[in-house]
């Protein structure tokens, strides 16, 4: 049905007799690749004239053709230890989860630090998380790190600890801030080149399977390491597979741009996260007596923003928290004040996960031209009347996280990622969760969170010219098996569908909750095929 395993950037290929989403042509049911660019799109009749000059004619036999995904915020080295490591995010109490940290320990008798992720205590009877003298147990006196699902805190063993200079990681329970940093900095020094580079490829080749074509990495020196980075962006130049576009999280230009990074941003903290009560509040959370963890001040903020603009560099900051948002915009309108507002607009300076917005902060953004990092699983994960959001803030402000549909109708450029492994890599259901988001009025249409998921990755490093199928444009796409196509009317809250060829408007698969989503069959990046699914 497809195309054969030696596709490369050189071949020339016609892709025909399927669907293809694209702009130029909304009816288009072809396309050419030709020196790993999209070359012409088009119609079934129109086909015909390219069919004598091609290296390979591929019958789609009625698949759809779309962009790559672009997964906009990733940690790259993480996610493929959580995929070959030990995953506690299905765990259903605490006694399961060590429960699985006996077994993994069993399992594993050459590592020198066990490794685990995605615990959440809040959806479990009780809410308590693991004792260090319970895991002590489990792992029979090993070093153990085991990172919350939101990955600013965690819980280890006593034999860990053991590791790290000083005691100021030494109370029990769940480690946050500059602890778990250091926790954090030894369970990681621990894996070796070789497992590194193991996790690098797994993670890679599972979102090559996912129709991801490229991913920005979001590496850190409190997040990774600089061989991480750099490691990871060799791999990524040497091997087919997703582009990665690196980001490193450090007030220190000049390193980011040494280490091959294209911004000095990423998750640069200003605060930590709402499920460790950490993200910084103007008002005290609703289920603890404090306003959660302030890491930089609209200063810090002014001062980064300065220096990055001035250098040719992206700025940017993670920034959940109200408190912490406000003083990004203080910071980058201090900014932008020094060194002018239209520098700092044509930077496209990021914030990542931007979860907690007011009116006025949303025309803030608009203003000062930011890139909106978002995460709509978020949502899907944490949101709703009984989610982790209401316990923590109270139902009133919990209604007022993640207003997708504000931004975009403010004009701010949204950029949709997974957080991985925060949140699985999954780029149609992070469509999904946009389009159908717990509350009613921050959801947007399923076109726009596609494309926000495509292109907006794409103008979020700086490229308007891509994350399309027009001729021209970089060949990143994905083959699926999908249903029927159908277009969703752009004011429509409800989800009602179209299958109407005459709106004009390309089809998208139907992605009401409780259906199938699409099954990627092929990803090729930049005219070359980094997955293929077995059998086809």
């Not at 016609?14 to 030709?34: I, K």
Request: proline share 6%; glycine share 12%; hydrophobic share 45%.
């Amino acid at each position: 049905m497809l195309m054969s395993e030696s596709t490369t950037p050189s071949s020339t290929v016609l892709l025909r007799r399927g669907e293809v989403h694209s702009p130029a042509d909304p009816f288009a049911t072809a396309m050419v690749v030709e020196r790993g660019q999209v070359a012409w799109v088009g119609s079934e009749g129109a086909a015909d004239a390219f069919a004598d000059g091609v290296d390979e004619v591929v019958d789609l036999d009625g698949a759809l053709v779309t962009p790559a995904f672009t997964d906009a915020h990733v940690h790259t080295t993480a996610t493929g230890l959580a995929l070959t490591g030990l995953d506690l995010s299905g765990a259903p109490t605490r006694e399961a989860a060590l429960a699985l940290v006996r077994d993994f320990a069993a399992a594993r008798p050459g590592d020198r630090v066990l490794l685990g992720h995605g615990w959440d205590a809040a959806r479990w009877p009780g809410g308590v998380a693991p004792t260090r003298a319970e895991l002590d147990e489990a792992t029979g006196g090993r070093p153990l790190y085991l990172s919350r699902i939101d990955v600013h805190s965690a819980v280890v063993s006593t034999a860990l600890l053991d590791l790290v200079a000083g005691d100021s990681a030494r109370a029990d329970g769940p480690l946050t801030g500059d602890p778990h940093h250091a926790v954090r900095a030894a369970a990681l020094g621990a894996v070796t080149p070789a497992q590194r580079d193991e996790a690098q490829r797994a993670a890679l080749a599972h979102a090559a399977s996912l129709g991801i074509g490229t991913v920005h990495e979001c590496a850190g020196p409190e997040i990774s390491a600089e061989d991480d980075l750099t490691g990871l962006l060799r791999l990524s130049a040497e091997e087919p597979g997703p582009r990665v576009i690196g980001y490193w999280a450090e007030q220190d230009v000049d390193k980011a741009r040494e280490l091959g990074a294209v911004g000095a941003a990423g998750d640069l903290f200003v605060d930590g996260s709402l499920g460790s009560h950490t993200a910084r509040l103007h008002q005290p959370y609703a289920d603890a007596g404090h306003t959660g963890t302030a890491h930089l001040d609209a200063a810090d903020v002014a001062a980064h923003v300065v220096a990055c603009t001035e250098a040719g560099l992206q700025a940017g900051f993670h920034a959940i928290g109200d408190a912490a948002v406000t003083a990004v915009v203080e910071g980058v309108r201090a900014a932008a004040d020094k060194v002018g507002l239209a520098r700092v607009r044509a930077a496209r300076h990021r914030i990542e996960h931007a979860e907690m917005l007011t009116p006025e902060s949303v025309a803030a953004f608009a203003e000062l031209g930011l890139t909106a990092s978002v995460q709509p699983a978020f949502d899907a994960l944490w949101g709703g009347a009984d989610g982790m959001y209401a316990e923590r803030l109270g139902a009133d402000r919990a209604r007022t996280l993640n207003p997708y549909a504000a931004l975009l109708r403010a004009g701010v450029p949204l950029a949709f990622g997974s957080d991985s492994p925060v949140t699985p890599l999954d780029p149609w259901g992070t469509v999904r969760a946009a389009a159908f988001h717990r509350t009613p009025e921050h959801r947007v249409s399923v076109r726009a969170a596609f494309t926000a998921h495509t292109r907006g990755g794409w103008r979020a490093i700086g490229r308007d010219d891509a994350g399309v199928l027009v001729p021209g444009v970089p060949a990143d796409y994905a083959v699926w098996r999908t249903g029927e196509l159908v277009v969703q009317a752009p004011d429509d809250r409800v989800a009602r569908w179209s299958t109407d060829p005459r709106s004009g408007t390309p089809g998208l698969p139907d992605l009401t909750p409780g259906g199938d989503l699409p099954v990627c069959l092929r990803t090729v990046v930049g005219g070359r095929t980094v997955f293929v699914r077995p059998g086809e």
